[in-house]
Nanobody, 123 residues
């Protein structure tokens, strides 16, 4: 029932900022969390950030801690990943993902995924 549609990707210079959006439609979850993952060519899909809809608890990968901020707007039914002080190592396809109940930092915890958005950070 749930669909996740991402937007906001693009090309940005190192040190710049970019905000990704993840619009959730069909239905919302009363538990679980919305997470962000990224995957660079030839690499595994890695955890980036997560936020729970109830309580708004957040967690981040060490590589983005202090630079990225995840949020959820209940009025717009949209999640955001604010990316600041971007570095070339952030270049990847970014995915939002939803879990209905339990969640973790592995992709297998999440049953619904966005289509992926390319973020390219140039130096």
């Amino acid at each position: 029932q749930v669909q996740l549609v991402e937007s906001g990707g693009g090309l940005v210079q190192a040190g710049g900022s970019l905000r990704l959006s993840c619009a959730v439609s069909g239905r919302t979850f009363s538990s679980g969390a919305l997470a962000w993952f990224r995957q660079a060519p030839g690499r595994e899909r890695d955890f980036v950030a997560v936020i729970t809809w109830i309580g708004g608890s957040t967690d981040y990968a060490d590589s983005v801690k202090g630079r990225f901020t995840v949020s959820w707007d209940t009025l717009k039914n949209t999640g955001y990943l604010q990316m600041d002080r971007l570095i070339p190592e952030d270049t990847a396809v970014y995915y939002c993902a939803a879990s209905r109940a339990l969640w973790g930092k592995a992709p297998s915890y999440f049953g619904s995924w966005g289509q992926g958005i390319l973020v390219t950070v140039s130096s």
